[in-house]
C-alpha cells in the first residue's frame, strides 16, 4: 500500500512565531492601517470566501473562546443560516466526555455496497446537494485484496456482484492522525473522546491536511452549499454538521452531535444489513468491545502507523 505524501512540517510557531496567531496579526495590522485600508488588505485573502465576515476571519481559537464567545458565534451562526438558507437550526457546542472512546467496525463480510451509508452521510451532515458529496467512499474491491488504491468507487451496476466486496472507507479517527501534524493554523486536532475536528472559522483551506491523509478522507468545499430551506439537518454542532463555509477544509465527525448525546452515527441507522458497529472502547459491555475481543480484525494501512479507531473484519 503506498504511503501518504510527504508534507513539511507545518505548525502554528512555524507560520506565526511563538506568539502570535493568524487572528492576533492581523488585528495588529487593523490597528496600524485603519477600517478602510485594513478591509483592503483582507479582501485578497477572503477572494476564496465571499461569505466570510471580518469577525469570522478574526474570531478566536476555539480553544480560546470563552463560554460567552461561543455563545454568542453560535447566535451568530444561526442567524446567518436564517438568512443564507431561510432554515432555523439549532448550533451547539458539545463537548466530550470523560469516560468515553469512540470506535467504530465494520462488517465485511456483509455489506453489499448499497451506498446507504453515503446517502445518509450526506443528508445528516448538510452536504451541498448538487455535488452529492459525503464523507463516505464505498470502494468495490476484487476478492483477496484490501488495496485502496484497486478499489472502485464510481461503480454503477447492481450490488453486489458475486466476485466482489464492498470497503466503505470514511475518516479513521487515527490516534496519531497525520492531518493534524501538517496544520499550519491549528484548525484541526485531536479530543479527548477520539474524535478528529475541524474549526471551520480557523481553518484557512490550505489543504495540507488533505494531502497528508492516507485514506482520502478529508473534503475540500470548494463552493458555498446550497441546500434548500426543507433538506437543511436543524440539529447542528460547531464542531460537526453545522453548514461550512467555501473554500475551508471538512471531515466526518462520526456524527458527534449524535454521538455525543447517546445517539448512533447517521451512517449506521442507514445500514440494512447490519454491517456497522459504533460504541465506547471503554465500556466492557459494549458491542464494539465485543467485536474487538471475538473477531479477526484489521486496520486500513497498518504499515503508516496512524493507529486508525475504524476497524474491519470478516466473518469466519
Known sequence: ???????????????????TSRRTAFKAVGATLGAAAFAK????????????????FLQKHYKELRPEEMAQIIRRLEDETRQRYGADVRIEDIKPSDDVQFAYALNLSICIGCRKCAEACHKENNHDRASQQSYIRVL??????????????????????????YMPVQCQQCDRPPCVSVCP?????????????????????????????????????WSAPKISATEVNPVQAYLSNRIRPQGVMEKCTFCLHRTRQGRLPACLEACPTG??????????????????????????????????????????
Open 1 to 19: 500500500m503506498n504511503n501518504p505524501p510527504s508534507i513539511p512540517p507545518a505548525d502554528s510557531e512555524h507560520a506565526f512565531g511563538h506568539d
Open 41 to 56: 488588505a483582507l479582501a485578497p485573502l477572503t477572494e476564496w470566501a465571499p461569505t466570510l465576515s471580518v469577525d469570522e
Open 140 to 165: 468495490e474491491m476484487q476478492k483477496g485484496s484490501i488495496d485502496l488504491e484497486k478499489g472502485n468507487a464510481h461503480y454503477d451496476h447492481p450490488v453486489p456482484q458475486k466476485d466482489k466486496f
Open 185 to 221: 493554523v491549528e484548525a484541526t486536532w485531536k479530543e479527548k473522546d477520539g474524535i478528529v475536528v475541524v474549526d471551520y472559522n480557523w481553518c484557512i483551506g490550505c489543504r495540507y491536511c488533505e494531502a497528508a491523509c492516507p485514506y482520502h478522507a478529508r473534503r475540500f468545499n
Open 275 to 316: 454491517a456497522r458497529v459504533f460504541g465506547n472502547l471503554l465500556d466492557p459491555e459494549s458491542e464494539i468491545r465485543w467485536v474487538l475481543e471475538n473477531k479477526r480484525v484489521f486496520v486500513l494501512k497498518e504499515d503508516v502507523g496512524t493507529r486508525p479507531r475504524f476497524y474491519y473484519f470478516f466473518d469466519e
